[in-house]
C-alpha cells in the first residue's frame, strides 16, 4: 500500500507562544529518543501504517507502537484507526510551539556566536601576525644582500 499524502495543518503562532511547561515538557521528552525522531521524519509530509513506520527499525512491532504512543500524548502524531489499521500522521504544531520557546533563547546564542566570531578573528590575526613579519625580515634581509653584491 502506497503512503497518503499528509494534509496541510495552520498553526497558530499565538497560541503557541501561550504554552504551557507540562507540554513542553512532554514534546522535549518525546523528541529526546532517536526512533521517536526517527519515526516523525518518516511521517514528514505523509501519511504512514503502523507496520509501515517499523519496517524501517530492528524492534518489534510492539515497541515500535509504544514509541508512536509517547508522540501522539505529546501531540506530535495523530493516529487514526480504521478496525485494525491504525494510520498516522506528523503534526508539526507542538514542535512550532518547542521553536516559539526556544527562539526566546537567541538573542543569548547570537551574543555567543558573535563572541566566539571576535575571539576566533583575535586567533586568526594573532596567528597571521608571525607570518607577516617573517615575511618582512626576510624581504629585508634579501635587500640586504642585494645591496651588499
Not at 513506520?53 to 505529546?74: P, T
Not at 493516529?79 to 518547542?98: H, K, M, V
Request: proline share 3%; charged share 25%; hydrophobic share 45%.
Amino acid at each position: 500500500m502506497a503512503p497518503k499524502p499528509a494534509s496541510l495543518r495552520l498553526v497558530d503562532a499565538a497560541s503557541a507562544a501561550n504554552v504551557d511547561d507540562c507540554t513542553l515538557d512532554e514534546v522535549f521528552a518525546a523528541l529526546s529518543d532517536p526512533v521517536r525522531r526517527s519515526i516523525l521524519m518518516h511521517l514528514e509530509g505523509r501519511e504512514l501504517l503502523v507496520s509501515q513506520i517499523a519496517e524501517h527499525f530492528d524492534i518489534s512491532l510492539q515497541a515500535v507502537s509504544k514509541h508512536i504512543q509517547v508522540l501522539v500524548r505529546a501531540g506530535l502524531v495523530t493516529q487514526e484507526r480504521t478496525g485494525r489499521i491504525s494510520r498516522c500522521r506528523l503534526d508539526a504544531g507542538p514542535i512550532f510551539t518547542a521553536a516559539v520557546w526556544l527562539n526566546r533563547y537567541s538573542t543569548y546564542w547570537q551574543a555567543q556566536f558573535d563572541l566566539l566570531a571576535a575571539a576566533l578573528g583575535d586567533i586568526e590575526d594573532r596567528r597571521r601576525a608571525p607570518d607577516a613579519r617573517a615575511g618582512k625580515e626576510g624581504a629585508s634581509r634579501r635587500k640586504r644582500r642585494g645591496a651588499a653584491s
